[in-house]
């Protein structure tokens, strides 16, 4: 282009203004979302590297402008909870029968708990938080305790409400879930197949791969709506039962599920539960159970949480979605471990709403044990976030195939295959000779838990291997001394290239978990890397003691056995990573390319780490809703005092463990001092 800055600038922004008219106003698109994505991008670099080009009120803010990092990170000032599940009425007479029990209710008070049933939206949960009425952030769930803010994208979600429509508290969160219609689903993914870009796999994953977009122009383009159903901090009480706290949010100008219905007896359950599971085909959007929470938001915030779960609230979850169609071939991939996975080829064919073309077989076994053969009819279940899955063979006059065998050599390097004793996984022996493992584990690199390198996903990573740009991890970091060679690729223009590369450098520096993470070793998931992050806190802490932790009884390998949720089996392949001449070299070659963050452990409060003792009788609480609190503060409770107890709470009628307390001198407190400790209000 030889027009000056001032006149592309002015080319770009008339094109996207008419282009967004046509998307937004009369909801008739003249351009693909890529070819729109592509010159948006373009004018927000013009526009950062000519300042004084961008105007007040330029067009590339009317969206909110693409950030330049992936999105920052938010802690929750109240934990969002995942829900424990029933599916039987005994089993939810259960889960009533022991709130009441921590509660300390009799029968009778128990039988007359009342209730309101939601259905349970399949999306994923965000966080909305209001300050003096207006939006100020939104972020999603994140871990449970820290979530992504992503406030740029809700605000392009036209089911939010930027301001409260109706007197509030000053500070409030709102909690509920983003979805994609079923319709809108399915739309989307013949837009990206045409596109050559990959289909969601189902509503949820759609909802959630578009709220996480980087440029929320692109989330902008994308149907998402929103149903509101609880709520996260408020400065002030705005409810004091559920139902009325849904009337309120109405009255706010949130949407709130039309199907949400109060329950004044525990007999009324079956009949809400077998009526939206005969609606349930026919809603415009996926729900994958029903969700009961108790009215009363007295007793649920006594009631609390236990681990990641309400006490007051369950899920009475659906059975999977089901249909039938034909199997066309089994393939079988390889996974960056070397693992063997059979993938289903299927007829496409309609599942509770949504298409499925492919499932999973999971192993050997499994195809054994079915007995599916290529060419059956078969049963196939769509199991929400899952990925399909094939149940078995129905019955049917035509002759069937041979039984399927499962290749003894690796379909991608053809060295054997072996399955060690007592595992299902047949696994290629190749290791880093087989080119799939490679790829695998460059895919599993950059991917979105891990380094999550705009612009570099699956397909680029392929390309740049089979050119041979792109080895093993450390080559991406050189990637910018290529930059002359991938220009002249299809599909990577000037610009593109320039993003790619920018994209690099801002993972330059990562933190530790995701570090870990990509490093793709075995069972080291997310959850795991960052158990291993917050333990050493840094890489070099956690090198020096992998390294130490090779040599049996050793106390690095005592400590690392000791960490929480980190098994025997996790220790081993650690070790067995550790002990691999070539992942030392990546490690090494990786140390040299980045800088990776210290890890930060969650933060402390004054009864963190302390051990309490409870003896005599409390009256604001029972004994069970005690511990906890007590837990949840990060202490931890034990039935017998010693020198090692931190705290020793004194009830009523206290009577030797009160006295050996003051023996040791112990520090104690009474029913009121705990609730002080405990930051919980003063009883009358
Ligand atoms: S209440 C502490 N209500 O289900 C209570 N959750 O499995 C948790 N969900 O993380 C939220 N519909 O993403 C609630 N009507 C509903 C829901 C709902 C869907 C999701 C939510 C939550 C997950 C837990």
Not at 232 to 253: I, N
Not at 565 to 572: C, D, H, N, P, R
Not at 635 to 642: H, R
């Amino acid at each position: 282009m030889d027009d000056t800055p001032a006149q592309q600038h002015a080319q770009l922004a008339a094109l996207i203004t008419r282009w967004n008219t046509a998307y937004y106003q009369n909801d008739a698109p003249e351009v693909s979302d890529a070819e729109y994505d592509e010159k948006r991008r373009a004018l927000v670099m013009l526009e950062e590297a000519h300042p004084e080009l961008k105007a007040e009120g330029s067009v590339t803010d009317e969206v909110g402008a693409a950030p330049d990092s992936a999105f920052g990170k938010q802690a929750h000032r109240v934990p969002m909870l995942s829900l424990d599940n029933v599916f039987t009425p005994e089993e939810f007479a259960s889960f009533v029968s022991k709130a009441a029990r921590f509660l300390g209710l009799d029968t009778k008070a128990a039988d007359a708990l009342t209730f309101v049933a939601e259905p349970k939206i399949d999306g994923l949960s965000i966080n909305l938080t209001y300050k003096g009425g207006k939006l100020v952030r939104g972020t999603t769930r994140g871990d449970g305790l820290v979530g992504e803010d992503v406030t740029a994208n809700l605000l392009t979600i036209a089911a939010i409400p930027r301001k409260l429509t109706d007197s509030a508290p000053d500070e409030i969160e709102i909690r509920g879930e983003i979805f994609m219609a079923k319709a809108d689903f399915l739309a989307l993914n013949e837009t990206m197949i045409a596109q050559d870009q990959k289909p969601f796999a189902n509503p949820r994953n759609a909802a959630a791969g578009s709220l996480r977009q980087l440029d929320p122009a692109v989330t902008a383009r994308r149907p998402l709506s929103l149903f509101a159903y609880a709520q996260g901090f408020a400065s002030e009480r705005c409810a004091s039962t559920h139902q009325a706290y849904l009337d309120q949010l109405k009255k706010w100008g949130f949407p709130v599920n039309p199907l949400s219905t109060p329950i004044a007896h525990a007999s009324e359950i079956p009949a809400y539960i077998d009526d939206l599971a005969r609606q349930r085909a026919a809603l415009a959007y996926d729900i994958d159970g029903v969700v009961f929470k108790l009215d009363d938001l007295d007793l649920q915030s006594r009631l609390g949480f236990a681990g990641r779960a309400p006490r007051w609230a369950i899920a009475w979850k659906f059975p999977s979605e089901q249909a039938i169609t034909r199997l066309e071939k089994i393939e079988i991939q390889v996974g960056r471990t070397g693992a063997l996975t059979p993938t289903a080829h299927l007829q496409p064919v309609n599942v509770g709403g949504v298409i499925v073309s492919r499932a999973t077989l999971h192993n050997e076994d499994e195809i054994a044990r079915k007995d599916v053969r290529p060419g059956d009819l078969v049963r196939v279940q769509r199991a929400g976030d899952v990925i399909p899955q094939i149940l078995g063979p129905v019955p049917e006059d035509k002759p069937r195939g041979p039984a399927y065998v499962f290749p003894a050599q690796c379909p991608v390097c053809h060295a054997q295959t072996e399955r060690p004793d007592g595992e299902a996984v047949r696994r290629c022996t190749g290791g880093l000779t087989c080119e799939a493992q490679v790829v695998e584990r460059l895919i599993h690199f950059v991917s979105r838990p891990a380094f999550d390198i705009d612009g570099l996903g699956e397909r680029s990573i392929r390309e740049f291997h089979e050119i041979g740009l792109i080895d093993k991890p450390g080559d991406i970091f050189r990637l910018h001394e290529k930059a002359d060679l991938i220009r002249t690729r299809e599909g990577w223009g000037e610009l593109s290239t320039r993003n790619l590369l920018r994209a690099i450098e801002q993972r330059r520096s990562i933190s530790f978990s995701r570090f870990l993470f990509g490093l793709g070793i075995r069972r080291i998931g997310e959850r795991n890397a960052q158990l291993l992050a917050r333990h050493y806190q840094t890489y070099e802490a956690w090198f020096e003691a992998m390294k130490a932790a090779s040599l049996i009884g050793s106390d690095e390998r005592l400590a690392l056995g000791s960490i929480m949720g980190i098994g025997e089996s996790i220790v081993a392949d650690l070790l067995a990573f550790f002990a691999e001449p070539h992942n030392l070299a990546t490690l090494s070659d990786l140390r040299g390319e980045l800088t990776i963050e210290t890890e930060a452990r969650p933060e402390e409060g004054p009864l963190s780490g302390k051990t309490i003792v409870f003896t005599g009788t409390l009256h604001t609480m029972t004994r069970p809703e005690a511990k906890s609190i007590a837990e949840r503060l990060g202490a931890q409770v034990s039935d017998s005092v010693s020198k090692k107890t931190g705290l020793v709470v004194l009830g009523e009628k206290a009577g030797s463990k009160a006295k050996k307390a003051a023996e040791l001198g112990l520090e104690t407190c009474d029913e009121a001092g705990w609730r002080l400790l405990a930051g919980l209000p003063a009883a009358n």
